[in-house]
């Protein structure tokens, strides 16, 4: 283990670090190894901040943060023979996830984009109304085929 590189190494948090302490350390680490926003070579870029984000979405589940922290135990005492492949068993995929209730809650953002689009398609409806009003157009609830 003393080798290894463990999720932890990576995000440079210690293995009791809450969940708020992980996410500035991957916010701090992202900002340095975007591939937008760093001076390192894209290739190797990429590489360290899917590692990065790897560790996160691993550390950050607590279910997954169970599991690695169970194999991370199992393997320092020696009971997992061939624990080069440890770091990368966890990897779970966010678009595959069907576990009902798994979702996270929405942002401020993206509630607001919501408001705003109910009030579009609201005031969209009554101009509409507004517009047919206007104009005469009277609108019809029975079709004329049913009225013959």
Not at 98 to 115: A, D, T
Not at 139 to 148: A, D, F, G, H, V
């Amino acid at each position: 283990m003393k080798g290894e590189i463990t999720y932890y190494k990576i995000l440079g948090v210690n293995e009791n670090a809450s969940n708020n302490e992980l996410r500035k350390a991957f916010c701090k680490l992202s900002i340095e190894l975007h591939p937008d926003t760093t001076s390192l070579e894209l290739e190797e870029a990429k590489n360290k901040f899917q590692k990065v984000l790897e560790a996160y979405e691993n550390l950050n589940n607590s279910n997954l943060r169970k599991i690695y922290d169970e194999k991370l135990r199992l393997n320092s005492k020696n009971l997992i023979k061939d624990h080069r492949n440890v770091p990368n068993t966890l990897v779970m995929d966010s678009h595959n996830q069907k576990v009902i209730g798994n979702r996270r809650p929405f942002s401020n953002g993206e509630m607001f984009s919501l408001f705003l689009l109910i009030i579009i398609i609201f005031i969209s409806l009554l101009f509409a109304i507004l517009i047919a009003f206007f104009t005469g157009k009277e609108i019809e609830s029975i079709p004329t085929w049913l009225l013959r």
